[in-house]
């Protein structure tokens, strides 16, 4: 500045009464000031500029996740039972949403000016843009609630709100998320995310399950599967203002890794058809429930496994236990009459009956103070009139012949009362009672299947070792080449004579004529089971139960099928369950491509050459 | 501009270009500061701007018609505006009239316009000092009496501006007061004892009122309880740090949002500190700095020229614009207590501005005045205004 050369000149002139002096220490006091604050500026930015970054950035930056891809679920063939698609959430600011766009309102406003060449808006003209604006901003918001299939009334609801934030919409398509966003409505985002889709719906809804909210399996395989499934979501740095708004992203930490992809054994064109036929019998049949798997005899994979009643995970609305618990797998009931080849495999394997031994029954057979009874009194009959009659009796006769640790070793060994371990969540073990907690009669009784629990599944799976020669399998959800863990049970000789007899309870004289499929040869058992309620065993309500395999030359597949209290009239398992297993199994040996053992029950194609029987060729 | 009866308005072009610095800064500060701020409360990124525009407008056009007003007619009016400014003072305490913000009752609502009263004040408060010192020159320079007596009346206004409660704006009128009379040549033995009354009164008051307490102790190590009493200071502090050499760009600053409180008004500097960095701190320092420098050489020349209450005047707003504006700063950087003071031209406010950019007007008419008696003595004129 000027004045300061000209100091000395004025320092000359010092009138009475001068305080320049005090003035001088006034102005170097306020300007040491100044200097006091450029040094504590330097001390601030520059010498202890880390410890405060750091301290801003513990308070601005933020580690947040990005959720990773669930992966998909599908059956055998790769056909999807449950994807993640990505979804949008839609949301508003109802305060913004009410603001004025000034811009908006600007740009109108500039519209109607130009139109009439540039001359000045009036008061009245400016309201009357204001009214357009906000009309049109009503319009606006009616189109969207319309568009997101809310009630238009919840349009006066929200132009009247001054909160920050609401959920318009969770959850839904892109293509009407896009919609919205058209709109370009102040204060609605929308937001990305992803959606559990399950494609056949309640068909396979007891086995897949369903995620919750935040994509984490509550039921069935998604539940089982759920750390192979998600993936691991990753994370990403960024910056939130004071009120916890992310503001920018910095980097990314870990990029997310998707969740595997889950094959399951389910064909899902056999699960279809299971389903299918079984609502229609529950249906028919008035039952209260029912229950159908459907396993590969050679490798002991599930093809399918439905219930009635069902549900579907889409939806989930009056979503309760009862409709969502997968009976085939977590509810056990007496197998019946479904057991008793066992018996007689047991009883030929252990020599404890001779081949063609005969049996009297006479309808009735004392042990000690109870009595074991037949339907009918069948007279004298062998093994196989036992299983295709069904006789009590002769099952109960063959039993006590047999050793009790013997007797219980075999359905130990079939995997009655353990785990079949299919890796589905609250998976049932059934029930067998330790053999020397047993009397004769209890020995009687298991027999032809009362006083022991199965589940439909552990039902199927014994009958694996029927059907393989003796060989029983462990049990697959997931699709697998071969199983690992098979144990032989019974020797080949045997499991193919009772196998031969069980061929015989589909015969016309037989108690499940209805089993049979044009062109192969069924084995197979009825059982019709009293159910037993609190005061005893009831005489008014069954389980219709069927469990068999076809071909019976070289079976290929078992299916068990349990209906429980068939309440229409019929309740016989041959005549409740057994037309379910044929429909099923007719349909799964076509879907599975395979060969015919019976030529002479094939039905009759017509061509235009004539009469040709299909397959001829194989 | 023209007055009535002076053929014309000399400018002083070094203190209209500081001036003009700090209101620019100041001004495209407070927009980077209030945008998001504006879109909360209001829905528009706009409305602080706006505002801030219009008192900025308002400031000049008031401080160009007090340019208009003699200084001798201050002279004579001071003792009626003190007392004038007492009245605004119990106004604004009548419940109804006043308007609270944040727990004080600081504000007159005006047409939508919201003044500070005791901005107001603080303007009074030199005028009324100034011409007191001139008028009573010999029984200030020789007995207590005469320090006392104005000293009374500022400890009236004291006691009304700590009902409200404004803590700050009654320490700076006690500054400006104690500076005028020391710079009026009041006696030393009598400041010494002054000076230490006031420490106990001051010492007094803190202790009386918690609040304060926590304020003083919350200033001297924020990071003792960074949540709550440290939590403005702590945040304050981290825009400096964040802030380096450069800053992190205009706009670019996390910390005015919803972060540090009030940015757009007491805690502008920290956000210039971030946004702007060292330079920027530096640069506004400098221009405080320079503002205080130029105005008590208005003053000299004032002095020189023969115009006690004019020199007195300018040394009254040259004290009160450096001590507010090194209060404010040193607030913001951690080295003084929070006292609720506004940074001279640039943080937001309308009371504050207009008050502002009234005194300015008063030291560009003592400007005016003085240059034209040295321009009338033609020897004078070549030593103090070459511009």
């Known amino acids: 500045m000027v004045d300061l050369r000209n100091r000395s000149n004025l320092k000359e002139r010092k009138p009475a009464g001068d305080f320049s002096s005090r003035r001088r220490f006034v102005l170097v006091f306020m300007m040491s000031c100044m200097i006091i604050l450029v040094a504590r500026a330097v001390d601030l930015q520059v010498i202890s500029k880390k410890y405060l970054k750091d301290q801003g950035d513990m308070r601005h930056v933020d580690e947040v996740s990005v959720s990773a891809y669930r992966g998909m679920i599908t059956d055998r063939t790769g056909a999807p039972l449950a994807i993640s698609s990505p979804v949008q959430t839609v949301s508003v600011s109802p305060k913004q949403l009410n603001a004025i766009d000034k811009n908006q309102l600007k740009a109108l406003e500039k519209k109607l000016r130009k139109s009439q060449q540039g001359h000045a808006l009036t008061g009245v003209q400016k309201a009357e843009v204001l009214a357009v604006y906000e009309k049109d901003k009503v319009l606006k918001v009616k189109q969207m609630l319309k568009i997101l299939g809310l009630p238009a009334s919840e349009a006066n609801k929200l132009l009247n709100k001054t909160s920050k934030f609401a959920y318009l919409a969770q959850r839904i398509n892109p293509i009407i998320a896009d919609q919205v966003k058209a709109l370009e409505l102040p204060g609605v985002n929308v937001e990305q995310g992803f959606k559990r889709f399950y494609p056949t719906g309640e068909v396979s809804g007891h086995l897949i399950g369903f995620t919750d909210v935040n994509d984490v399996g509550q039921e069935g395989l998604e539940r089982s599967y759920e750390n192979f499934l998600k993936g691991l979501s990753g994370s990403k740095r960024v910056i939130r203002d004071g009120q916890r708004q992310v503001i920018a992203d910095i980097e990314n930490i870990k990029e997310p890794v998707a969740g595997k992809t889950l094959e399951l054994s389910i064909d899902q064109r056999i699960q279809y058809l299971a389903y299918r036929e079984l609502q229609t019998a529950v249906e028919t049949h008035k039952a209260k429930s029912g229950s159908i798997v459907v396993l590969d005899a050679k490798s002991g994979e599930v093809l399918a496994a439905a219930n009635q009643p069902s549900f579907n995970p889409n939806t989930k609305t009056n979503l309760k236990e009862n409709l969502y618990r997968n009976r085939a797998i977590t509810n056990i009931f007496e197998p019946g009459s479904t057991v008793k080849p066992f018996v007689v495999a047991a009883a030929m394997d252990g020599g404890y009956i001779r081949p063609n031994e005969l049996f009297e029954t006479h309808g009735i057979f004392p042990i000690g103070t109870h009595m074991v009874r037949d339907v009918h009194n069948y007279g004298t009959l062998d093994a196989t009139g036992v299983l295709k009659k069904s006789s009590n009796v002769g099952v109960a006769k063959m039993a006590l012949k047999m050793p009790p640790e013997y007797f219980w070793d075999t359905y130990h060994k079939l995997g009655f009362g353990v785990s079949p371990g299919s890796g589905f969540p609250s998976e049932a073990s059934g029930s067998l009672l330790d053999h020397r907690r047993w009397r004769d009669f209890d020995r009687a009784t298991m027999s032809f299947g009362y006083g022991l629990s199965v589940s439909a599944l552990q039902l199927a799976r014994s009958y694996t070792a029927l059907a393989d020669d003796g060989i029983l399998h462990s049990i697959s959800l997931l699709k697998r080449d071969e199983d690992i863990d098979s144990k032989r049970v019974f020797t080949a000789k045997t499991a193919k004579k009772v196998r031969a007899m069980l061929e015989t309870v589909i015969s016309k004289d037989g108690t499940a004529y209805e089993a049979r499929v044009d062109g192969y040869r069924v084995a197979g058992k009825t059982g019709t089971v009293k159910k037993a309620g609190s005061g005893g065993y009831s005489e008014k309500t069954y389980f219709a139960v069927f469990a068999g395999m076809a071909p019976a030359s070289h079976p290929r597949l078992i299916i068990v099928v349990m209906i429980d209290e068939p309440s229409a009239g019929d309740y016989y398992g041959g005549l409740v369950s057994a037309p379910v297993f044929s429909k099923v199994m007719a349909g799964a040996l076509r879907i599975m491509e395979v060969a015919p053992d019976e030529e002479h029950t094939m039905p009759i194609l017509l061509t235009k050459k004539g009469v040709i029987r299909p397959h001829a060729a194989e | ?387």
Not at chain 2, 347 to 365: D, E, H, K, P, V
Request: aromatic share 12%; proline share 4%.
């Open chain 2, 1 to 387: 501009m023209k007055t009535p009866h002076k053929s014309q308005f000399h400018f002083d072009t070094t203190l209209v270009l500081i001036c003009l610095a700090l209101l620019t800064i100041g001004y495209i500060m407070v927009v980077s500061s209030s945008l998001h701020l504006g879109l909360e409360m209001s829905g528009s990124v706009f409305s602080y701007p706006l505002k801030q525009l219009a008192h900025i407008c308002i400031g000049v056009c008031v401080g160009a018609w007090l340019a208009t007003i003699p200084m001798h007619k201050w002279e004579t009016a001071g003792p009626w505006l003190f007392i004038a400014g007492l009245f605004l003072l119990v106004i604004v305490l009548i419940p109804g009239l006043g308007v609270k913000v944040n727990g004080s009752v600081r504000w007159l609502s005006l047409g939508g316009l919201r003044i500070q009263v005791s901005e107001i004040v603080k303007i009074f408060a030199v005028v009324y000092i100034a011409g007191y010192v001139t008028r009573h020159q010999e029984s200030v320079r020789v007995s207590a009496y005469g320090i006392v007596k104005p000293l009374a009346l500022f400890a009236l206004a004291c006691v009304l501006l700590l009902l409200e409660p404004d803590f700050g704006s009654s320490v700076v009128i006690i500054v400006i007061a104690m500076g005028v009379m020391f710079l009026g040549g009041a006696r030393l033995s009598q400041f010494v004892i002054l000076l230490s009354f006031l420490a106990t009164l001051a010492a007094l008051l803190v202790y009386f009122a918690p609040y304060r307490m926590q304020r003083i102790t919350s200033f001297r190590d924020p990071w003792a309880d960074p949540l709550n009493s440290g939590f403005q200071l702590v945040q304050a502090l981290i825009s400096f740090g964040r802030g380096e050499w450069l800053g992190v760009g205009l706009g670019n600053g996390i910390q005015k949002l919803f972060y540090l409180p009030e940015a757009h008004t007491d805690f502008l500097f920290s956000v210039i500190a971030e946004e702007l960095g060292l330079l920027g701190v530096v640069v506004v320092i400098g221009l405080f700095a320079m503002l205080v420098w130029r105005i008590f050489k208005i003053a000299e020349a004032a002095e020189k020229a023969g115009q006690v209450f004019s020199a007195l005047m300018a040394y009254g707003l040259g004290i009160w614009f450096g001590f507010q504006a090194f209060v404010n700063m040193g607030v913001n950087m951690g080295i003084l207590p929070t006292k609720g003071l506004t940074l001279p031209f640039m943080s937001y406010g309308g009371g504050s501005m207009i008050s502002m950019c009234c005194a300015i007007a008063l030291l560009f008419r003592i400007y005016s005045e003085v240059y034209e008696i040295s321009a009338n003595t033609p020897k004078e004129r070549s030593r103090w205004v070459n511009a």
